[in-house]
């Protein structure tokens, strides 16, 4: 069987981490339940789904954008919200490179002054 890197199966070794180290990866899940999942949200369940989408989507987690398209969509998330959430994503992606361009324009005139 060839490896991967984004395997379902790898979802496995949550146990292996749950069993190593019981007391974080319990306090890790009751702060995903209260940041995501809670009753009296103030955000809406679709509005989480979608700001989770799209932190997914700048860290490149896999799994997250499994899980949160999956969960956006059973809350009724239609494919223009999604590719909106998308578009959004890179666009903020795109705007912080610029604003990193800026460090990168600032380094490079100090080393022009040198």
Known sequence: MAEHY?????????????????????????????ALRREGMAIPRKQVELIALA?????QCAYCIEA???AATAEGASEAE???????TAALRAGGAVAHG?????HHAREMVV
């Open 6 to 34: 984004h395997d379902p199966s790898d979802k496995q070794y949550a146990r292996r981490i749950r069993h190593s180290a019981p007391e974080a990866f319990a306090a890790l899940q009751a702060f995903d339940h209260a």
């Open 82 to 88: 999604l590719a909106e959430t998308i578009l959004i």
């Open 102 to 106: 800026f460090q990168l324009m600032k």
């Open 55 to 59: 932190v997914a989507l700048t860290t």
């Open 68 to 70: 949160h398209t999956a």
